[in-house]
């Protein structure tokens, strides 16, 4: 469990989780936005997304450029290590997305795979948040 979940230590280990979190944010506006648009144009709708089926496609590109916008800047906020909510926004709709996005068929395991990947990266952004503070408000050690 050490692997997946490192021990929190210093504010350099808070800071080295927050921007996995981060990374795990940008690739997951990347998977969002080549599900709207490899997905829309090849099947003619998106499933990854929240913004729904029923929609014209005008309004879907607009609700997923709106959708990347909250996640990258979700990912900013997760990044500056201090951002637990944005962490818990980001988590919340991450997953969401995926158990939206995980419909079976041949590449459902590798999909599920690289969810609980992106997911792991996530909860260990939160870990860093909640550790921020505590971090920052030890005093400076003299040695």
Not at 4 to 19: C, N, Q, T, W
Not at 29 to 58: E, I, M, V
Not at 74 to 87: D, E, F, I, M
Not at 105 to 133: D, E, H, K, P, Q
């Amino acid at each position: 469990m050490d692997r997946l979940f490192p021990e929190i230590a210093s504010v350099g280990d808070v800071m080295r989780l927050a921007k996995g979190g981060a990374i795990a944010g940008l690739v997951f506006a990347c998977l969002t936005l080549l599900d709207t648009f490899l997905g829309g144009a090849a099947f003619g709708h998106s499933g990854a997304g929240l913004q729904g089926s029923g929609a014209s496609p005008a309004i879907q590109l607009l609700l997923t450029g709106a959708e990347i916008a909250t996640i990258l800047f979700l990912s900013w906020r997760v990044s500056t290590g201090h951002g637990l909510v944005s962490a818990i926004l980001l988590m919340a709709l991450f997953f969401l997305c995926a158990m939206s996005g995980i419909d079976g068929g041949l590449f459902s395991i590798a999909w599920t795979i690289a969810y609980f990947c992106l997911g792991v990266l996530m909860l260990n952004a939160i870990r860093a948040s909640l550790r921020y503070g505590a971090f920052k408000a030890e005093p400076a050690r003299k040695n």
